[in-house]
T-cell receptor
Framework: EDQVTQSPEALRLQEGESSSLNCSYT??????LFWYRQDPGKGPEFLFT???AGEEKEKERLKATLTKKESFLHITAPKPEDSATYLC????????????FGGGTRLMVKP | GAVVSQHPSWVICKSGTSVKIECRSL??????MFWYRQFPKQSLMLMAT?????????EQGVEKDKFLINHASLTLSTLTVTSAHPEDSSFYIC??????????FGPGTRLLVL
């Protein structure tokens, strides 16, 4: 059974304090690993897709990396507007568009 | 690009009434759309997968007669909550899958059943 575990569940940072969010996964053949950002009361916003171990993608202060067992979302010098819940999801092979989500990490960045 | 809309964003209804939520992919065609439910401070729970022109596939524990899904075109899927009760109050989110299998999510619909 495909499983996705995100840690920590919640993370408080001071503005400018860099950190990383972890997404550990087990899947029977990975087609892609996805990162989304969700603000309260809104739908998830697509951030990145990673397809193979060693792949990295960046967007502004965010960088996502992937190994065969986990993915990290690195946040460099975060700002208060980066506060949100970050969701990780895996898409197995032969599952169409279906995603298995982790529980999310709630990030709070204080000014 | 890859914009998904939902309507309405908020709905309040009386117990026993039915509520329809629309999900549209605005700038791409989506052969597959998904409906999720989310409780406060929890992750997304997949309710069903709908493919254009065919019956939806429901996840275990989701009542298909309660949550009617119609995927009439490549850009529109609807979720109807029939005979809604207070326990159906929740945040409902749809998503649409593009050709490279990325799911793009709508803004969500908050349902409150009185």
């Amino acid at each position: 059974e495909d499983q996705v575990t995100q840690s920590p569940e919640a993370l408080r940072l001071q503005e400018g304090e860099s950190s990383s969010l972890n997404c550990s996964y087990t899947v029977s053949g990975l087609r892609g690993l996805f990162w989304y950002r969700q603000d309260p009361g809104k739908g998830p916003e697509f951030l990145f897709t990673l397809y193979s171990a060693g792949e990295e993608k960046e967007k502004e202060r965010l960088k996502a990396t992937l190994t065969k067992k986990e993915s990290f979302l690195h946040i460099t010098a975060p700002k208060p507007e980066d506060s949100a819940t970050y969701l990780c999801a895996v898409q197995p092979n032969n599952a169409g568009n279906m995603l298995t989500f982790g529980g999310g990490t709630r990030l709070m960045v204080k000014p | 690009g890859a914009v998904v809309s939902q309507h309405p964003s908020w709905v309040i209804c009386k117990s026993g009434t039915s509520v329809k939520i629309e999900c549209r992919s605005l700038d791409f065609q989506a052969t597959t759309m998904f409906w999720y439910r989310q409780f406060p401070k929890q992750s997304l729970m997949l309710m069903a997968t709908s493919n254009e022109g065919s019956k939806a596939t429901y996840e275990q524990g989701v009542e298909k007669d309660k949550f009617l899904i119609n995927h009439a075109s490549l850009t529109l899927s609807t979720l109807t909550v029939t005979s809604a009760h207070p326990e159906d109050s929740s945040f409902y989110i749809c998503s649409a899958g593009d050709r490279v299998l990325t799911q793009y999510f709508g803004p969500g619909t908050r349902l409150l059943v009185l």
